[in-house]
């Protein structure tokens, strides 16, 4: 059982006899008042989003579901197609379904599908993520005081804040769960 | 792994912070306030329905400096400050941390009208000390710190942004909803707000309104949706504020949390406090504020998932 404490960003709970996940989270707690939780869920089986605010007494089961480790194949059409690494079977996500991790995706990686009663609902990548950035601004020597940030795009399309240092055609290593960059990768 | 640019990112939301403290000690010392200290880790928590204090072995970490501070000001200290660390269970968020920085003031022989002067006061040295005049940026939009600031009180607030009256959100138990949800973000965006007078189950230990008694003598400071600090006339009637901690403690119990030990020696020196106000402002937001932070962990060296 989860405590409405517990709430964060993607965290998978049942919802109405659904399994959900967070999407985005907020804490809000005006004075000495009560806390709330102001949650943006999705549900995983119909991809829908609903707002819902909870308070400090709710509490929710998880979310049924299972992993299978499977490899992420390629993208069409907004269909995501993986193969099991067990028994070679591939199945397919859609676009809503993978969410976010649609910006992290590469051909070939190793990730985890969710399974709620034998469908795919969901996947789960590896924690950190190496992407090579194909579009940067170029960086001002000597500017290390303005900004701090500057936004580049990396190969799968997305885009993300770094130090001012980093140039196109470098490997940089993203934190998948908060899609933030974490460090530049040598060689 | 760690993100080393994130904290090299934070340097000038740190120098604002360094600012902020020097100026605010300035500004009370000038004023005749005595810093003081008072001890971080004590016997009995303040007991409240919604706030969990951290466990320090068989005692706990203070979720506020209130307790210690109030025997100071029945023990004839009148002006006092105080700046420390204070640490609050279960909150987290954009605006949370469980371990943050108050700025606490009390003075003897006045109300709550004359802490929001101070806090008026306060938030104009600083400014003037940081060097950027009385309209600060904030969040996209400009607020003008110049006296006076707009006074608004609970029952108004909830008629001109809530969905409900103040009235119906107590009887539907949608008090804290509404205000969260609907009202604060309304709150301090040209001026800086003075939300004032709570009703009475809000009232925390304020003093009751002589003018009208279903409303305490308590007030909040917000600036751009920002709740900034929580001050009142404070309430003087030990065997009050025994039935309040016995009620708070009661609440804590149906929902499933720890009823905190009544603080004894507080209630004996509270029938000696001489009447008077006192208020907490939340440092870490003050800083976000003047440094337009979007989040409290810009302003802070660590967060707790940093360390």
């Given at each position: 059982?989860?405590?409405a404490?517990?709430?964060?960003?993607?965290?998978?709970?049942?919802?109405?006899d659904?399994?959900?996940i967070?999407?985005?989270?907020?804490?809000?707690?005006?004075g000495?008042?009560?806390s709330?939780?102001?949650c943006?869920l999705?549900?995983?089986?119909t991809?829908?989003?609903?707002?819902?605010?909870?308070?400090?007494?709710?509490?929710?089961k998880p979310?049924?579901?299972?992993?299978?480790?499977m490899?992420?194949?390629y993208?069409?059409?907004?269909?995501?197609?993986?193969?099991?690494?067990e028994?070679?079977?591939?199945?397919?996500?859609?676009?809503?379904?993978?969410?976010?991790?649609k910006?992290f995706?590469?051909?070939?990686m190793?990730?985890?599908?969710?399974?709620?009663?034998?469908r795919p609902?969901?996947?789960?990548?590896?924690?950190?993520?190496?992407?090579?950035v194909?579009?940067?601004p170029?960086?001002?020597?000597?500017?290390?005081?303005?900004?701090?940030?500057k936004?580049?795009i990396?190969e799968?399309g997305?885009?993300?804040s770094v130090?001012p240092?980093?140039?196109?055609g470098?490997?940089?290593r993203i934190?998948?769960?908060?899609?933030?960059y974490?460090?530049r990768v040598?060689? | 792994?760690?993100?080393?640019w994130?904290?090299?990112?934070?340097?000038?939301?740190?120098?604002?912070?360094?600012c902020?403290?020097?100026?605010?000690r300035?500004?009370?010392?000038?004023?005749?306030y005595?810093e003081?200290?008072t001890?971080?880790r004590?016997?009995?928590?303040?007991?409240?329905?919604?706030i969990?204090?951290?466990?320090?072995?068989?005692?706990w970490l203070?979720?506020s400096?209130?307790?210690?501070?109030?025997?100071m000001?029945?023990?004839?200290?009148?002006?006092?400050?105080?700046?420390?660390?204070?640490?609050?269970?279960?909150e987290?968020g954009?605006?949370?941390?469980?371990?943050?920085?108050?700025?606490?003031?009390?003075?003897?022989?006045?109300?709550?009208?004359?802490l929001?002067?101070?806090s008026?006061?306060?938030?104009?040295?600083?400014?003037?000390?940081l060097?950027?005049?009385?309209r600060?940026?904030?969040?996209?939009?400009?607020?003008?710190?110049?006296?006076p600031?707009e006074?608004l009180?609970?029952?108004e607030?909830?008629?001109r942004?809530?969905?409900?009256c103040?009235e119906?959100?107590l009887e539907?138990?949608?008090?804290?909803?509404?205000?969260?949800?609907?009202?604060?973000?309304?709150?301090?965006n040209?001026?800086?707000?003075?939300?004032?007078?709570?009703?009475?189950?809000?009232a925390?230990?304020?003093?009751v309104s002589?003018?009208?008694?279903a409303?305490?003598?308590r007030?909040?400071?917000?600036?751009g949706?920002?709740?900034?600090?929580?001050?009142?006339?404070?309430l003087t009637?030990?065997?009050?504020?025994?039935?309040?901690?016995?009620?708070?403690?009661?609440?804590?119990?149906?929902?499933g949390?720890?009823?905190?030990?009544v603080p004894?020696?507080?209630?004996?020196?509270l029938?000696?406090m001489p009447?008077?106000?006192?208020?907490?402002?939340?440092?870490?937001?003050m800083v976000?504020?003047?440094?337009d932070?979007?989040?409290?962990?810009?302003?802070v060296?660590?967060?707790?998932?940093?360390?």
């Amino acid at each position: 059982m989860y405590n409405a404490s517990d709430l964060r960003k993607n965290l998978r709970l049942m919802l109405d006899d659904d399994p959900y996940i967070v999407i985005d989270f907020q804490f809000v707690k005006p004075g000495k008042g009560q806390s709330l939780y102001r949650c943006k869920l999705r549900n995983m089986l119909t991809g829908s989003q609903i707002d819902r605010t909870f308070r400090e007494v709710d509490t929710f089961k998880p979310a049924d579901t299972e992993e299978k480790a499977m490899q992420f194949l390629y993208q069409e059409g907004g269909s995501y197609h993986f193969m099991d690494n067990e028994n070679f079977e591939q199945i397919a996500l859609t676009e809503e379904q993978v969410g976010d991790a649609k910006n992290f995706l590469i051909e070939n990686m190793e990730c985890k599908v969710l399974l709620f009663r034998d469908r795919p609902i969901d996947i789960t990548l590896p924690n950190f993520v190496d992407v090579v950035v194909t579009e940067a601004p170029p960086w001002i020597k000597g500017d290390t005081v303005s900004g701090n940030y500057k936004p580049v795009i990396v190969e799968t399309g997305y885009k993300v804040s770094v130090p001012p240092f980093i140039e196109q055609g470098e490997k940089i290593r993203i934190d998948t769960r908060t899609g933030e960059y974490l460090t530049r990768v040598k060689g | 792994m760690s993100a080393q640019w994130k904290l090299e990112a934070k340097r000038g939301a740190l120098e604002t912070r360094a600012c902020v403290l020097y100026a605010a000690r300035a500004f009370f010392l000038s004023r005749d306030y005595l810093e003081v200290e008072t001890p971080n880790r004590i016997p009995a928590p303040l007991p409240e329905s919604h706030i969990d204090a951290l466990p320090a072995g068989p005692w706990w970490l203070h979720p506020s400096p209130e307790l210690c501070m109030k025997r100071m000001l029945a023990a004839g200290y009148e002006r006092i400050f105080q700046i420390s660390k204070c640490y609050r269970g279960a909150e987290r968020g954009s605006l949370h941390l469980p371990e943050f920085t108050l700025l606490e003031w009390y003075r003897a022989g006045c109300d709550y009208l004359q802490l929001m002067e101070d806090s008026e006061d306060l938030f104009l040295y600083v400014s003037g000390t940081l060097g950027i005049g009385s309209r600060l940026t904030f969040r996209n939009g400009e607020i003008d710190l110049a006296k006076p600031w707009e006074r608004l009180s609970v029952k108004e607030a909830f008629d001109r942004y809530g969905s409900i009256c103040l009235e119906k959100a107590l009887e539907q138990d949608r008090f804290e909803e509404v205000l969260a949800l609907e009202i604060e973000p309304r709150l301090g965006n040209q001026k800086p707000t003075f939300l004032y007078d709570y009703p009475l189950a809000f009232a925390s230990l304020a003093r009751v309104s002589k003018d009208n008694p279903a409303f305490a003598e308590r007030f909040e400071i917000y600036m751009g949706g920002l709740e900034l600090a929580n001050g009142f006339s404070e309430l003087t009637d030990a065997e009050e504020q025994r039935k309040r901690f016995e009620k708070e403690n009661r609440t804590r119990s149906r929902r499933g949390r720890p009823p905190y030990p009544v603080p004894e020696k507080f209630l004996d020196a509270l029938s000696r406090m001489p009447e008077s106000a006192g208020i907490a402002l939340g440092v870490d937001r003050m800083v976000m504020l003047f440094a337009d932070a979007s989040s409290i962990d810009e302003v802070v060296t660590f967060t707790p998932e940093e360390l």
